[in-house]
């Protein structure tokens, strides 16, 4: 098998629909936060930035984008979900015209995984989450 993430997914997108090489990835996460990665694509093709996905505070993002600088192409329902979470950071948004992952932008991906040998026996598969616990709310009672 073959693990490809839904924000690279995106980014693919964003590159295949703009010619984006740069892309921030927001998927809104409920419960005040978002599903985050800042991507950049080579010359070769691949994506790079699978260690800045996380889980954040639209707070979170806006220092996250105070460091960047230069042009970035915005993915995901994150952003129309958090419109202020970007502003008086300094770093220029443009439209990546893609608000959901398409099964499409997997496969490029997928190739340059497979090319690199990052397969996983099917017995060994396991989903990444980036939120490993969810803080529920328990019902009266059941405390």
Known sequence: MIGVSTLATMAQGAWRMTGATRVLAAIDARMGEVYW???????????????????????AVTERLQQLSGEWATVGTGWPAWPDMANDTGVMLVDGNMLLPAAEDMLPIACQLLAAGKTVAVEHAEPVYLRNTVAWKKLPGRE
Request: glycine share 8%; no cysteine.
């Open 37 to 59: 990665a800042e991507y950049t694509r080579d010359e070769q093709g691949v994506w790079h930035g699978e260690e800045t996905e996380a889980v954040l505070k639209p707070e």
